[in-house]
């Protein structure tokens, strides 16, 4: 048999395979539809349909990436099977999703990554903007930063969840790239626009090798790969999505000082979540203005041998020296030994406030 003839064959079970597939796939997509009108019919009368369970999701993912057997990894199939699924929830609702814009930022692709490309993303100027497209129910879902490996916590997120009554659904991790873009000649470059966050990423690399050239912080990194687009000997620190969008030559890429670098990221909405059996769950408490007035909050954690991932202090806008503090820790809330722990935080808190559980970041 020739190379030929060997490929031929080869092919030609690839194509039966491809078939396969996109029969599968089809079948996949009735069976959602079928979802979609059982959930209808058994809707009582005046109630919301809810299509979209972030816990089923995440079931269905962790079941995918346990049974892979290679040789596409794990996260590669969960992946795919991403896309599939965000396709077949379209049939039975298109989804909008509210993102810190504008187009070609690290959030946008969080959305992307989370929800897949078969919802309508919209970007929004600011975190409270998010925050209000998904409270008045123009968006279904937003998505928001909440902290970063390198530079710590987004402030502003976390003061949204003082004043507002969203629940937190989900997180995404997203590893973050930075690279410099201009469409001018590297050595006419005089300033560099970014978001203060990624300047701050790429200090080092910036001191290094432009010391001299002028750092500019703007809202968003989209927004700095757009000024650079439009300004002579202007460059910007920003993705690979945003130079395709504004036609830029990275110059240089992978240029944050930490290789590691991610961006966590919370999915908000207007309903609670289920548990999924792999969960977080956060709340904001403030304590008492005495000694000892945080032990007592989180020894709580400690004697029941529960998980702290995440604490931080923001000021209360009750008083001056006063102070909230934004607690993650593993489990849900209706997990049997999260329900009197609660009860028992509550307690001791002079205001307690559930923001939401929801699934572990699966991808």
């Not at 079948?27 to 089923?56: I, L, M, T």
Request: aromatic fraction near 6%; hydrophobic fraction near 40%; charged fraction near 20%.
């Amino acid at each position: 048999m020739s190379e030929a003839d060997e490929l031929g064959a080869l092919r030609d079970q690839i194509d039966a395979i491809d078939q396969q597939i996109q029969q599968l796939i089809n079948e996949r997509a009735r069976c959602a539809q079928q979802v979609a009108e059982v959930k209808q019919k058994y809707c009582s009368p005046g109630e919301s349909v809810v299509f979209y369970r972030p816990e089923r999701e995440a079931q269905v993912l962790r079941k995918i990436m346990a049974r892979n057997g290679g040789p596409l990894g794990d996260e590669s199939m969960a992946r795919l099977f991403r896309e599939v699924m965000s396709q077949c929830l379209a049939l039975e609702e298109p989804l909008t999703v509210a993102y810190l814009g504008p187009e070609g930022t690290f959030t946008q692709q969080a959305a992307v990554k989370h929800f897949g490309h078969a919802v309508s993303c919209v970007g929004q100027i600011s975190i409270a903007d998010v925050f209000r497209e998904v409270e008045s129910g123009a968006a279904n879902f937003g998505v928001v930063p909440v902290e970063n490996s390198t530079e710590g916590v987004v402030t502003h997120t976390l003061d949204s969840f003082v004043e507002s009554n969203l629940l937190i659904c989900g997180e995404v991790t997203l590893r973050i790239h930075h690279h410099l873009l201009t469409s001018s000649p590297e050595t006419s470059v005089t300033r560099i626009y970014s978001h203060a966050q990624s300047l701050a990423q790429c200090r080092l690399w910036l001191d290094q090798n432009y010391p001299n050239v002028e750092r500019i912080a703007v809202a968003s990194n989209a927004e700095a790969a757009r000024r650079a687009s439009q300004e002579p000997g202007a460059a910007a620190i920003a993705s690979e999505a945003a130079a395709e969008l504004y036609a830029l030559k990275p110059v240089h890429a992978n240029i944050e000082d930490q290789p590691d670098n991610t961006t966590r990221f919370l999915i908000v909405g207007q309903q609670p979540t289920q548990s999924s059996g792999d969960d977080k769950t956060s709340i904001l408490v403030a304590s008492r203005n005495e000694p000892g007035a945080l032990y007592h909050v989180l020894e709580p954690f400690h004697r029941e041998g529960i998980s702290l991932t995440r604490i931080e202090t923001r000021p209360s806008r009750s008083g001056t020296w006063s102070y909230v503090f934004f607690i993650d820790f593993e489990g849900h809330r209706d997990d049997a030994s999260i329900v009197p722990l609660l009860a028992e935080i509550q307690s001791k808190a002079v205001d307690f406030k559930w923001l939401g559980s929801y699934p572990k970041a699966v991808l």
